[in-house]
Nanobody
Framework: QVQLAESGGGTVRPGDSLRLSCAAS????????LGWFRQAPGKEREFVAA????????YYGDSVKGRFTISRDNAKNTVYLQMNSLKPEDTNVYFC??????????????????WGQGTQVTVSS
């Protein structure tokens, strides 16, 4: 059983940067691909970014490509989401998720087995 805990959310202005962290426990971290998803009230969960278990492959949603960067530190059991050039439409609850996969990572929420509680990101002037 893997437990995930997100942190780093907050309220920022358009154009600002923010880094989210997700700390994992309860499993061999490097055996799991990690993903970030976001969800607004009444909407489906949207894929943001994902990284393979060994960190060699990364994937991004079209709306964040070029602005967000996902990375992981397997020694610290932590995955990060660096968000730059934030826009009001990035306002969402951001969730990290884990699935057991080494070389690739899924971009579909339904394929992930473990989820964190989420952290709110608000981009507003």
């Amino acid at each position: 059983q893997v437990q995930l805990a997100e942190s780093g959310g907050g309220t920022v202005r358009p154009g600002d940067s923010l880094r989210l962290s997700c700390a994992a426990s309860g499993g061999t971290f490097s055996n799991y691909a990690l993903g970030w998803f976001r969800q607004a009230p009444g909407k489906e969960r949207e894929f943001v970014a994902a990284i393979s278990g060994i960190g060699a492959s990364t994937y991004y949603g079209d709306s964040v490509k070029g602005r967000f960067t996902i990375s992981r530190d397997n020694a610290k059991n932590t995955v990060y989401l660096q968000m730059n050039s934030l826009k009001p439409e990035d306002t969402n609850v951001y969730f990290c998720a884990a699935e057991r996969r080494l070389l690739t990572a899924a971009t579909t929420a339904g394929l992930y087995d473990y989820w964190g509680q989420g952290t709110q990101v608000t981009v507003s002037s």
